[in-house]
């Protein structure tokens, strides 16, 4: 076996040592998650939340997405705490959003949890 190469490995300790990349890949991570306006999922939030709901072929008309993939992405916002109805009418089912979800913040969560004096 002595004729047999050794493996090489992607992370070697040469590899390993740029230490500029890590710090900017940190600073970067550190940031606080800012949605975008414009994603398909923004896309979809904004069907929801009119009066009328969208169907499931109106969301794939403005995503571009399969309907399979648009039915979970219905489920993921059920799952984020949406509430997602869905209504059958003439053969067609209509989903909509009833209420946004509650987003806890530490100073809503203070104030609920000091008794009044």
Not at 10 to 23: H, I, L, M, Q, Y
Not at 77 to 105: N, Q
């Amino acid at each position: 076996m002595a004729g047999k190469p050794t493996r090489r490995f992607a992370r070697t300790r040469a590899n390993t040592d740029k230490s500029t990349e890590a710090n900017v890949v940190a600073a970067k991570s550190d940031a606080p998650a800012i949605p975008k306006a414009h994603t398909k999922i923004s896309k979809v939030l904004m069907l929801l939340n009119r009066e009328e709901g969208a169907t499931v072929t109106e969301i794939v008309t403005a995503t571009g997405w399969l309907p399979h993939t648009t039915r979970a992405a219905l489920t993921a916002l059920k799952k984020k705490g949406h509430t997602v109805t869905s209504t059958k009418t003439d053969g067609v089912r209509t989903y909509r959003i009833l209420m946004a979800p509650r987003i806890e913040t530490e100073a809503s969560t203070a104030s609920e949890s000091t008794p009044d004096a």
